[in-house]
Nanobody, 113 residues
Framework: QVQLVESGGGLVQAGGSLRLSCAAS??????MGWYRQAPGKERELVAA???????NYADSVKGRFTISRDNAKNTVYLEMNSLKPEDTAVYYC?????????WGQGTQVTVSS
């Protein structure tokens, strides 16, 4: 079974940037997504990318976040710019639609005001 490992999170000031990585232990799936869960909130889809490179974003991150993938490296990325305090959450990657067996530990992103 493929395992997904997220990295790249951290503490950043509002307006800053971070780049998250999701490394898969095997070939990544046709459509991959980045999700996030803030304290007290449900986990939500932030961005998704198909095997052909088509992308989709939540309205709250459009124009600020960019999802990309490197199939040769079995890795999916999330470039996050102009970060806001409301972007604070644990970020996870998974297939789309999400599958429970592929959740990893996630990576914490904290944006200070």
């Amino acid at each position: 079974q493929v395992q997904l490992v997220e990295s790249g999170g951290g503490l950043v000031q509002a307006g800053g940037s971070l780049r998250l990585s999701c490394a898969a232990s095997g070939s990544i799936f046709n459509t991959m997504g980045w999700y996030r869960q803030a304290p007290g909130k449900e986990r939500e889809l932030v961005a998704a990318i198909t095997s052909g490179g088509n992308t989709n974003y939540a309205d709250s991150v459009k124009g600020r976040f960019t999802i990309s993938r490197d199939n040769a490296k079995n890795t999916v990325y999330l470039e996050m710019n102009s970060l806001k305090p409301e972007d604070t959450a644990v970020y996870y990657c998974n297939v789309w639609p999400r599958r429970s067996e592929y959740w990893g530990q996630g990576t914490q992103v904290t944006v200070s005001s």
